[in-house]
């Protein structure tokens, strides 16, 4: 697994959804932002508690998670 030091992963806190840095801000929320063809800094404006580097790393982390393949146990 790449190193995500700003993606946190805590079943107490939204649900288990991967979130920026321990932030109650999902990835997912901020990939939303960014299909909804909101600008980089416009996030920034709106949520002035995140960083440049947590918009690339939920970019970096979500490509990843699509790489990633979830196989099924061999039958026994």
Request: proline share 8%; glycine share 6%.
């Amino acid at each position: 697994m790449p190193l995500f030091d700003r993606i946190t992963l805590d079943p107490a806190m939204m649900g288990g959804k991967p979130c920026v840095r321990g932030q109650r801000v999902t990835v997912g929320m901020v990939l939303g932002l960014l299909a909804a063809k909101r600008s980089p800094q416009e996030i920034l404006k709106a949520y002035p508690y995140l960083e440049a580097e947590d918009i690339d790393q939920c970019l970096a982390y979500a490509a990843w998670r699509m790489e990633e393949r979830d196989l099924p146990l061999a039958a026994s």
